[in-house]
């Protein structure tokens, strides 16, 4: 290999032309929802001037710079407007040298690039800690439970995400015999932000699980904690938790505003678990709790709405109807190659479409 193609390998990392295009489609479009908002933000008047949004794009750029980037950022484009030479002459009336704008303003725009890249790498490393330790949150490998086949994975939006799921052996002292909980769980928002609230809610379900008298009771215990920490309700958090009894097949289970899990009896009926509350972090209320017994052959899909709502390129959502396609249409398999299957007809269904939000599924099947 030449040293014109390893240097051309090295800053690629490989990738062909048409992976490279699609990773700027992708970054394009990254960049441009997080400076749409600023635009968007304008009275309508302004939007209709062209003046009115350059204006507000500029600004949008600007302000994401700290005061001295920002004040760098000025000088060097003053020095690419006026674009001109000037000799500086000595003493004695000889040119010493010739002053570019245009060079040192462009230079001054690499000196400001080598400070962003020095930033992004800096918090690239805290974003990759970050996912490390949310790993160790999550289970690698669902218990062996009697009677039940699990699966479970997540796709995170950003680096770090803000979903949640886990299924354990419930240390609870109120049941007979033992009792298996399952959560799945969905912060509002995503990336750092949704990410802390996600181990907030961790840390709250280990802590408060030994402890209810039951299931809404410690639904409830885990409001009261992500009221205290969901500025005024603005960082909420919708959550299905169930409990289940491998003895006598029940599943107790309470829906706090997620997306009603769909539960696929082995006759073809539908039913959805919907029984519950508000999501968490709202404000205080009591919660119901509704409760199914599961028999061999049902089918038990928990999902956040990452799944449902993710868009192709024509912005049209995937839908509970292709979920249920694909359910139907796979109902001998295990719950790992059901899982594979609802993935790959996702993908093929959002293409080359950027993903919004986190994707989470958790599916049971009673055997």
């Known amino acids: 290999m030449s040293r014109g193609r390893r240097a051309w390998a090295r800053i690629t990392d490989g990738l062909a032309l048409n992976q490279l295009w699609k990773q700027f489609q992708a970054d394009a479009h990254s960049s441009y929802r997080l400076y749409s908002r600023d635009v968007a933000s304008a009275e309508p008047s302004e939007r209709r001037k ?79 800690i970050a996912k490390e330790i949310q790993s160790w949150l999550l289970p690698s490998a669902p218990p062996v439970i009697p009677g039940l086949e699990i699966a479970f994975t997540t796709r995170p939006a950003n680096t770090v995400a803000g979903d949640y799921y886990d299924v354990f052996a419930s240390p609870s002292p109120r049941a007979d015999g033992p009792e298996f909980l399952i959560a799945i769980a969905d912060v509002a928002g995503k990336s750092i932000p949704a990410a802390m609230l996600m181990a907030t809610f961790q840390a709250s379900l280990k802590t408060l699980a030994p402890t209810a008298a039951s299931l809404p009771a410690l639904v409830e215990g885990m ?130 479409a950027p993903q919004h939000d986190d994707v989470t599924l958790l599916l049971l099947k009673a055997i």
């Not at 674009?83 to 462009?106: C, L, R, V």
């Open 50 to 128: 062209f003046l009115g949004i350059g204006g507000r794009f500029a600004w949008a750029v600007i302000e994401k710079l700290s005061p001295a980037k920002r004040v760098l950022l000025l000088v060097a484009l003053f020095l690419l407007l006026i674009n001109s030479d000037t000799a500086i002459t000595g003493s004695g009336g000889g040119t010493i040298y010739y002053f570019n704008g245009a060079f040192w303003g462009g230079l001054l725009i690499l000196f400001l690039l080598i400070l962003e890249v020095a930033d992004r790498v800096v918090m690239k490393r805290d974003l990759q």
């Open 223 to 352: 409001n009261v904690y992500a009221c205290a920490n969901s500025q005024n309700g603005r960082r909420f958090t919708t959550a299905f938790l169930a409990e289940y009894e491998p003895g006598t097949r029940r599943l107790t289970y309470v829906n706090a505003g997620h997306n009603n899990p769909i539960l696929r009896r082995a006759n073809g009926t539908i039913e959805r678990l919907a029984i519950g509350g508000i999501p968490l972090g709202i404000m205080a209320r009591p919660y119901a709790s509704g409760s199914v017994t599961l028999e061999p052959g049902d089918w038990l899909i928990i999902f956040t709405d990452g799944v449902t709502e993710a868009e192709n390129d024509t912005t049209e959502e995937y839908g509970e109807f292709r979920l249920l396609t694909v359910l139907h249409a796979n109902l001998a398999v295990t719950p790992p190659e059901m899982l594979r299957s609802i993935f790959l007809d996702l993908d093929r269904f959002v293409a080359d």
